[in-house]
């Protein structure tokens, strides 16, 4: 079964607003990955959380990570229309290298 | 300076036919990974690899075959292709020790089984 399941699957925001995506997942982990899909194309990082972390963040990302509520939190703030694009969160499974993707998060940002 | 490729870009094939898709970087990565991703279903790893020479099962292996006698070649075999196989492909590969443990991914593969 999958082991990230992201929330919401789908969300549409004007241009300027913040967007927050939301990651859970199962097991134990060694880190969490949050990759960006444009249409049709490849994954391209974003950020990277360690289990050890909290809090990181990167230009306009922000990433929580709540390891005893197994989950995580991408927010986006002053979206752009160019950030439209589906989110995936990727769970290394901890004492493996195996990465679990969850269904992802498909965001539209109007401009 | 091309990273990492797939190829074909786009494949039909039928039902049994034997497929292969390849996947090459440039970069020397010691992992590289296949993935399909479906609609509702997000991305699955099908195979992964450690290094030349040591493969691992994911989360659906079951009707491919991988070898890795290259570090920098990592082909995904379908043995006897099913309609259920008709997906995107994506090869991704990852350098702990330089670049932590950030996927770097290919253009993807569109295959469908007829």
Same mark, same amino acid.
């Given at each position: 079964s999958q082991q990230g399941e992201e929330d919401p699957q789908a969300l549409s925001i004007q241009e300027g607003e913040n967007a927050t995506m939301n990651c859970s997942y199962k097991t134990s982990i060694n880190n969490l990955q949050w990759y960006r899909q444009n249409s049709g194309r490849g994954l391209v990082h974003l950020i990277l959380i360690r289990s050890n972390e909290r809090e990181k963040h990167s230009g306009r990302l922000r990433v929580t990570l709540d390891t005893s509520k197994k989950s995580s939190s991408l927010l986006i703030t002053a979206s752009r229309a160019a950030d439209t694009a589906s989110y995936f969160c990727a769970t290394e499974i901890a004492r493996t290298y195996k990465y679990i993707f969850g269904t992802g998060t498909r965001l539209k940002v109007l401009a | 300076d091309a990273g990492i490729t797939q190829s074909p870009r786009y494949k039909i094939t039928e039902t049994g036919r034997q497929v292969t898709l390849m996947c090459h970087q440039?970069? %020397?990565? %010691?992992y590289m990974f296949w993935y399909r991703q479906d609609l509702g279903h997000g991305l699955r790893l099908i195979y992964y690899s450690a290094a030349a020479d040591i493969t691992d099962k994911g989360e659906v292996p079951d009707g491919y075959v991988v070898s890795r006698s290259k570090t920098e070649n990592f082909p995904l075999t379908l043995e006897s292709a099913t309609r259920s196989q008709t997906s995107v492909y994506f090869c991704a590969s990852s350098d $702990? &020790? $330089?670049? &932590?443990?950030t996927q770097y991914f290919g253009p993807g593969t569109r295959l469908l089984v007829l």
């Open positions: - | 440039t970069w %020397s990565h %010691s $702990r &020790g $330089r670049a &932590g443990e």
